[in-house]
């Protein structure tokens, strides 16, 4: 592949339907039917060219000799690297994504040129440098979805467990309540209620690593509802508030 010629057309490097047929494994006749089955989602210009009448006869004679022209055709589909791959994500195959991959590093990068001018040289740093910063924050901001979305360790969850024991004991201290188990259970309940409504989850074993700061601020803050303590106020198995 990295031996193949050069086709441009209006300073595109394009492959004929012939060519994309061979590189991806089915036939022309398979590359035409995608394209007429989908020509709505084919962009003029953008993902082909369709070359017709002088333009037709102008491109025949520039590339008469390389053999990608037939000399009876009527018209030609010439394809661009958006073209390309649109083809292969709907043959869907995986020697169509392979050498599409194959394509993209060697053919159709390949039309990368050097600037000739400092401007130019200048321009070209500043707009790769860019793009690499935009792809760099890219990777960092998957990095940091896929480590908010991991589970809490077994040291952070046994952590907040604790705090949620400590906060309890520090309500019960504070008001001087003298609980039995079944009220003491209800202050449990409470909490775990309440922190798993701030963070949107059914059980504290979902909680998540985006969850713990929310986690620890509602632990630290907590305060029995009202509907809780009155319940408790109900419970008189030997507990007096």
């Known amino acids: 592949m990295n031996e193949l010629p050069q086709i441009k057309f209006k300073n595109d490097l394009i492959l004929t339907t012939e060519q994309l047929a061979e590189f ?7 590359i035409s039917e995608n394209f007429n089955y989908h020509a709505d989602k084919f ?8 070359l017709k009448g ?3 006869r102008d491109f025949k004679e520039h590339y008469g000799n390389s053999g990608l022209v037939l000399k009876q055709i009527s018209h030609l589909y010439l394809w661009t690297r958006r073209g390309a791959s649109r083809h292969s994500k709907m043959l869907g ?7 599409f991959d194959q394509l993209e590093e060697t053919y159709f990068r ?19 440098g860019d793009a690499a910063n935009q792809k760099i924050k890219k990777i960092d901001r998957r990095v940091d979805q896929l480590e908010q979305n991991q589970t809490l360790s077994p040291g952070e969850y046994n952590w907040l467990s604790k705090r949620i024991g400590t906060a309890i004991k520090e309500y019960v201290d504070a ?16 909490i775990s209620r309440g922190l798993n409504e701030v963070t949107n989850v059914k059980t504290r074993s979902q909680l998540r690593k985006r969850d713990f700061d929310i986690a620890c601020e509602f632990i630290a803050n907590w305060m029995p509802s009202t509907a809780t303590l009155t319940i408790i106020k109900q419970l008189n198995g030997g507990g007096d508030q």
Do not use: C, F, V
């Open 24 to 30: 991806y494994g089915t036939t022309p006749r398979r």
């Open 93 to 99: 195959t995986d020697r169509a994504w392979e050498m």
């Open 43 to 50: 962009i003029a210009g953008t993902h082909y060219y369709l």
């Open 110 to 128: 390949a039309t990368m040129q050097l600037p000739m001018t400092p401007e130019e040289k200048i321009r070209a740093l500043l707009e790769n």
């Open 175 to 190: 008001h001087r309540l003298s609980l039995n188990k079944p009220q003491r259970s209800k202050l449990y309940q409470d």
């Open 54 to 56: 002088q333009e037709l």
